[in-house]
């Protein structure tokens, strides 16, 4: 990746991750959509300063301040300055003079195509699979694009087929991500909003689509077969390597060659494959249709039958825990709950008993009835403070979350090589601070480092824990 920064400068992603960083995407969408009328990525300044004005008149935000530094700027015109000379610095825009000596805000080729990425996945534009598979048929089929067939067939074969199947696997992606969602805490009526998004936008247009219209099958063995023929025919196989050479200034034949050959060969091992990815979306399909039906239905249930009412009770019993931070499982229950569990067992046999009642044939004196050994009440204090002890003493995720919040009460961040680790129990504390802040549900994060720590025989790699902006 050490390429990536050698293009966009090291302070290109600050904006994106800044106090402003609204602003600054607000920004950089109206210089974007500035250049929709221009010949190239490049406009007048004082057009784009005027814009910029336009907006911060009318987005009510009032004083801004840049971190280290004491000018307070009011002034719109003065805002719109400043941020597009931020973004300049940040590598985002550049400037020039034009034929008609004004200045021109100019947008480099990696900027527009971060602005456009961002976009997209503002958008969540679904990927028609038709027209892609459709190109890549067409292309492979074609014969009178085989006079320059590196350039006109396996160039944009290739790149069609690996956004197809991207396209494929963000499907299967988002279903995983709706099943995940049913783990957290909805009602029914928020479960049954979720199953029809779902059917809306995966289960009736994707999903649908490439079991039915879509369906990548019906072309696949046309295309592995017209791949393969381009691999056996030593003379056009030739010329897919000299294109290659040519446009992509390779003057190594063997390497152009060994390079075609893994190209068209990826092509074929993605149409391969084909089949265990629908199987894979099949199974998460229905894993969540099953799901979310079982989990809807186990909140509907009817409250006069058995299962609504022990449904019920729990119910009950979960929103008082949750309500009560200081009660845990370990605890007697109330005798309001304990009453709704009472049990009547059947101690005796009846002439209505499917086993034949017994003759005793001998009588014997009835043994003295006895009570059986119960705690006291200071006992079961004493137990019940001990469970609470042991409890709080777990590595539960939410003590470990309480933990971290007090170490950051008056910190924005801290090092795990600041933490106190003396024995083995403060490893382990570790361990698990590290394990629950990669949850996304968890209020603290935590960002690995390249450091390795040595303490008192324990070793581990340093990270850095932060609270977590949601």
């Not at 004082?46 to 814009?51: G, H, N, Q, R, V």
């Not at 890549?136 to 009178?144: A, F, G, Q, V």
């Not at 009526?189 to 649908?208: R, T």
Request: include cysteine.
């Amino acid at each position: 990746m050490n390429a990536l920064f050698n293009v966009v400068g090291e302070n290109f992603f600050k904006p994106l991750t800044s106090q402003f960083k609204i602003i600054y995407v607000d920004c950089l969408n109206i210089i974007y959509d500035s250049y929709r009328s221009e010949l190239s990525y490049g406009t007048d300044r004082e057009i784009l300063i005027s814009k910029l004005t336009d907006y911060f008149d009318n987005c009510g935000i009032a004083d801004i301040q840049f971190e280290e530094e004491q000018e307070i700027l009011q002034d719109s015109r003065g805002k719109a300055t400043r941020f597009l000379r931020q973004l300049k610095d940040f590598g985002w825009v550049e400037s020039e003079i034009g034929n008609d000596q004004k200045a021109k805000i100019i947008m480099p080729n990696h900027a527009v195509t971060i602005i456009q990425t961002l976009n997209s996945i503002t958008k969540q534009e679904e990927m028609e699979y038709q027209s892609e598979i459709s190109a890549i048929y067409s292309l492979l089929t074609n014969e009178e694009l085989l006079n320059r067939p590196y350039l006109q067939v396996i160039k944009p074969v290739y790149e069609r087929t690996l956004a197809l199947f991207t396209g494929l696997k963000k499907l299967n992606t988002g279903i995983k991500k709706y099943i995940e969602e049913l783990t957290a805490d909805k009602t029914a009526e928020e479960i049954l909003q979720e199953f029809f998004l779902y059917h809306d936008e995966i289960g009736s247009k994707a999903y649908h689509r490439i079991k039915t219209s879509d369906n990548i099958a019906r072309f696949r063995n046309t295309i592995i077969g017209r791949l393969q023929g381009i691999l056996s025919n030593s003379d056009l196989f030739e010329r897919v390597i000299i294109g290659y050479q040519n446009i992509e200034n390779e003057s190594d034949f063997d390497i152009a060659k060994e390079q075609m050959h893994f190209t068209i060969s990826d092509i074929i091992d993605h149409f391969r494959s084909y089949d265990d990815i629908v199987q894979e979306i099949d199974r998460k399909h229905s894993k969540y249709i099953r799901n979310a039906v079982e989990r809807a239905k186990f909140l509907l249930l009817n409250t006069n039958n058995m299962e609504g009412k022990i449904s019920t009770i729990l119910q009950v019993m979960a929103d008082n825990f949750n309500r009560d931070e200081q009660n845990n499982l370990a605890e007697d229950a109330s005798k309001e709950i304990c009453s709704l569990f009472n049990m009547f067992p059947q101690g005796f046999l009846s002439g209505e008993s499917l086993k034949t009642i017994a003759i005793s044939k001998k009588i014997t004196d009835v043994a003295e009835v006895y009570s059986s050994l119960a705690l006291t009440e200071e006992e079961r204090e004493l137990r019940r403070i001990a469970a609470y002890e042991k409890n709080k003493n777990r590595f539960s995720r939410k003590n470990v979350t309480s933990f971290v919040m007090e170490l950051l009460r008056e910190k924005d961040s801290i090092n795990a090589s600041e933490l106190l680790v003396e024995t083995r129990r403060d490893m382990i504390r570790v361990i698990f601070i590290n394990l629950y802040g990669r949850s996304p549900k968890s209020d603290y994060m935590v960002i690995p480092t390249e450091n390795i720590i040595h303490k008192l025989g324990f070793c581990f790699r340093d990270f850095r824990i932060a609270r977590r902006v949601k």
